[in-house]
RNA sequence: CGGGGUGUAGCUUAGCUUGGUAGAGCGCCUGGUUUGGGACCAGGAGGUCGCAGGUUCGAAUCCUGUCGCCCCGACCA
């Protein structure tokens, strides 16, 4: 099957890229979708990444200030009432409590108990969190608040896909409370620079950074800042938000306090959040058709070593140097960790398990079989590398060289993905040219098209329903770095302040 | 929730029109030969054909209902 089979991955990126989708998770062994529909078993391997992203975070967070805690999973349905644009954006995809209790009847159990008041599972937790925060704050000596809660959430979408949008999702939400418009504001902007830096950094992968307009804002939000990524369908996904929202989250839930000049005032607010669909990200963004592609600063498992034992009377000897060469990579360290390393001794085939590990996107692969204990070398491969590729290193001196090898591949995965955004990105300045850049060649099975549009835009809402319903495109984002470049709207031709990014997105 | 499609073993599926209670490939298990790029040979386990009714001597196959899933639309971290 080896040459007849071009890639591990079958359909490839390109003949059909959401089926290549679900198959790389299932050939990484990450996630699997479960009985309940809409909700997810994320399997070990695929568990892993996300404490790792936790972990990363997590710290991030600490660095910045915050302190984690943990509020209720129920949210009393008058809570939601109480922010008039909250309740419009979330009402429909809201999972309700209403009973509490299980009698058996006719040999089934019946829910018995209704609830005076219905219980609404938290689609985020802006209102309950509120309602603690107008408990605590009395002074302006009470704030900041700055919290941080990692749960899971429950919003009832229509069409779920594993990681990208599933009933049940596991995220973090910070939530904030601030004396003055200003610091909330800073606050907003602090923590959108915490997840670009992560992406970039950890994920390898770029992002845009700006506002999101009115039609995409976070419902109650005054503003809704996100993280934009393009990935290798050159479709756009939202990655991360921070919202400011302003005192219409403190003023329904009544947080409250006297200010150093003595007036009652209501508190300034803000909320960000990063999901597990950043791990659907990530797999989009990087994996090959030979599947996952995990970048060492976010992977939970740097090197598998893999001994090559085809001779009995060898066999002992390969396993030790297998084990001694993984505690001598071990006691390295990449950027202030120990370098993660497996050795797989199953009873399998070596190209079995290369190949198992290639669908893995675990960085780096060795081998070390009885000839390399004769030449004192192993065989390295990497996964940013074709597969066939592999490189004989002396033992010697693979532990030292472990970190630098990983640090090659995480900027290499960086450059690629940045190189693939910036030959998908594309300034229009006519509508047809627009509307044409977003339309496939064959409406039937369209190919992968499009990119990111950087247009101007009179900042018409119309305008972008019109272009929604046209095309499915929408604008990702206003973004920060584009210098303000005065121009023409190419839909309206009215005057533009500068160019915004336009795409398909998830 | 509206439009279209579909349901047979863990996965992919043949059989259905023209009823006679299931066959394959992959995967899995055992033994042996293998193992440096997805191995081979031999043996084996696994399905009351989504579910419930109906027609019939007899239903995977025909009829009715129901549920699940997939695709398109509205929603979305």
Not at 222 to 230: F, N, Q, S
Not at 426 to 442: G, H, I, M, V
Not at 452 to 462: D, E, R
Request: hydrophobic share 40%; charged share 25%; proline share 6%.
């Amino acid at each position: 099957m080896s040459d007849k089979q071009l890639s591990a991955i079958s359909p490839q990126r390109e003949e059909d890229f959401p089926e290549w989708y679900q198959q790389v998770i299932r050939a990484a062994d990450l996630a699997e979708n479960s009985e309940v529909r809409g909700c997810m078993v994320i399997k070990p391997w695929g568990y892993a990444l996300w404490e790792r992203m936790q972990a990363v975070l997590d710290r991030m967070f600490k660095e910045t200030g915050h302190k984690n805690a943990y509020f209720p999973l129920f949210i009393p349905l008058s809570y939601l009432e109480k922010e008039a644009a909250h309740v419009e954006g979330f009402a429909k995809e809201c999972a309700v409590v209403t009973h509490h209790r299980l009698e058996m009847k006719d040999g089934k159990l019946v829910p018995a108990g209704e609830l005076a008041e219905p219980l609404v599972v938290r689609p985020t937790s802006e209102t309950i969190i509120g309602a603690a925060y107008a408990r605590w704050v009395k002074s302006w000596r009470d704030l900041p608040i700055l919290l941080n809660q990692w749960a899971n959430v429950v919003r009832w979408e229509m069409r779920p896909r594993l990681f990208l949008r599933t009933a049940e999702f596991l995220w973090q939400e910070g939530h904030t409370a601030h004396e003055t418009r200003e610091e909330a504001e800073a606050e907003t902007m602090k923590m959108l620079r915490v997840y670009e830096t992560f992406a970039r950094d950890f994920l390898a992968v770029p992002v845009l950074t700006g506002e999101k307009s009115e039609g995409e804002r976070f419902p109650g939000a005054l503003r809704t800042y996100c993280i934009e990524a393009m990935v290798q369908d050159r479709k756009a996904i939202q990655a991360g938000t921070s919202h400011f929202l302003g005192q219409n989250f403190s003023k329904a839930a009544g947080i409250q306090f006297q200010g150093r000049d003595g007036a009652v005032q209501h508190a300034w607010t803000t909320s960000w959040g990063v999901s597990t669909r950043l791990i659907g990200t990530l797999i989009m963004a990087h994996s090959d058709d030979d599947g996952l592609v995990m970048p060492p600063r976010i992977a939970h498992t740097h090197v598998v070593i893999i001994p090559i034992t085809p001779k009995e009377d060898s066999k002992a000897a390969v396993l030790k140097a297998a084990e001694n060469l993984a505690k001598a990579i071990r006691a390295t360290s990449f950027h202030g960790e120990p370098v993660a390393v497996d050795v797989d001794i199953r009873d399998l085939g070596g190209g079995v398990k290369s190949w198992e590990y290639i669908k893995k996107g675990v960085p780096l692969r060795m081998e070390i079989g009885p000839r390399d204990l004769a030449q004192g070398t192993a065989a390295v491969s990497r996964r940013d590398r074709p597969h066939k590729e592999k490189e004989f290193l002396p033992v010697a001196d693979i532990p030292a060289r472990v970190p630098a090898i990983l640090d090659e591949i995480q900027s290499a995965l960086l450059e690629r993905a940045t190189a693939f955004r910036e030959s998908n990105s594309r300034k229009l300045d006519s509508k047809e040219d627009f509307y044409a850049f977003f339309t496939p060649a064959n409406a039937n099975k369209p190919e992968i098209h499009g990119g990111f549009a950087l247009t101007h835009w009179n900042g018409s809402a119309a305008v972008e329903e019109q272009i929604k319903n046209d095309l499915k495109v929408t604008i990702r984002c206003i973004p920060f770095e584009e210098s303000p470049e005065a121009g023409t709207c190419p839909f309206t031709g009215e005057p533009s302040k500068q160019r915004v990014i336009w795409a398909k997105s998830y």
